[in-house]
């Protein structure tokens, strides 16, 4: 990856864009109250951002589901709240959750920077927060975050001023033990395997995944823990007999330090190195909170362009999905 590449500078600008994000005013009416369950949905990059609207929620005893499927589930009804988030708004999946929320009467918020989706906002009367323009989804997390943040009523302004301060030291200050140029380093030109440790760990994995994917073009796999120790282990002495170089990580927030947890990580350590794989453990951020939260996502995007770089790879084109975007565009009736 070139050092040009507009990725590393929208990587670069991310604590810069969750506070101009969170400077922007939402429409009048946009925070919903709470209703009985919270179904927040997206796909790709907008889906990670409901991911971490869910993990709000929850963590303020709220239910809560992150949802990636056209098809809502049966249980969704008035008594519920529903986010969707489509950064493009042109997303045919977040489209059919927007239809079938609808018709169901769901009360509903849109977090947006236009598309089919907006428009129909527009006429419809539903409120959207509308988003900065002209950036890969993927890159626009912080804003999609802020928006979902304002729908679901989460997020207080101390609290997000000091997790655009924790960003900028991660950034601006080398950290031992979550430094992105040697994370990157160990994963170059090896099937990267993920083993987050607890819930939150796994929805920063699967950001770590997708930016490897797609910044990277490097493949990825999430294994939670410690799930990953009653099969996936099994599997680890294939993939050497096949010969293929693999590099675990450990993600993990350090709440789950010692005791069992420390044995089963250990264990695998050990099966890890039995099979001649690399196991590395990256450095939990230790401020806590949602500063940590986003820490942790931002790191998966600034290993990515690291590793983009180490590849020689441009981190910002996506053929692969633009050619299935076409041919699923060229289907929708819409």
């Known amino acids: 990856m070139s050092r040009t590449d507009p990725m590393r500078e929208l990587v670069d600008a991310f604590p810069e864009m969750l506070e101009a994000a969170w400077e922007t005013k ?36 709220q239910a809560a589901v992150t949802w990636r499927y056209p098809a809502l589930p049966g249980w969704l009804d008035d008594q519920d709240r529903a986010v969707v988030v489509s950064y493009s708004g042109n997303t045919w999946e977040a489209e059919a959750m927007l239809d079938a929320a609808l018709a169901r009467s769901v009360p509903l918020r849109v977090v947006t920077c236009g598309g089919r989706i907006g428009r129909r906002c527009r006429d419809q009367g539903i409120p959207v927060f509308s988003v900065a323009q002209g950036m890969p989804p993927r890159a626009a997390l912080p804003w999609l975050v802020v928006g979902v943040l304002r729908a679901v009523g989460g997020g207080e302004d101390e609290a997000i001023r000091g997790v655009i301060a924790t960003l900028r030291g991660e950034r601006d200050r080398p950290n031992a033990g979550r430094d992105p140029v040697q994370i990157a380093a160990g994963m170059e030109e090896r099937l990267v395997v993920l083993l987050p440790v607890g819930p939150i760990m796994e929805v920063v994995a699967t950001r770590w ?122 289907q929708d009736p819409r």
């Open 209 to 330: 995944r997708s930016q490897i994917l797609e910044n990277a073009k490097q493949a990825a796999l999430v294994s939670p823990l410690p799930e990953g120790c009653h099969n996936e282990v099994v599997g680890w002495q294939w993939l050497r007999d096949r010969q293929l170089p693999v590099s675990f990580f450990l993600l993990t927030d350090g709440s789950h330090a010692g005791g069992t947890w420390e044995s089963a990580v250990s264990a695998l350590e050990q099966e890890a190195a039995r099979c001649g794989h690399r196991f590395h453990r990256v450095a939990p951020h230790t401020g806590g909170g949602l500063g940590s939260l986003f820490a942790d996502l931002y790191l998966a995007d600034r290993v990515s362009v690291e590793l983009a770089a180490r590849r020689g790879v441009p981190a910002t084109p996506i053929a692969a999905i633009e050619r299935i975007r076409a041919a699923t565009q060229a």
């Open 26 to 61: 939402p429409p009048d009416g946009f925070r919903l109250p709470p209703g009985r369950f919270w179904l927040l949905g997206g796909m790709g990059g907008s889906g990670m951002a409901a991911a971490v609207g869910t993990l709000l929620l929850e963590s303020n005893r």
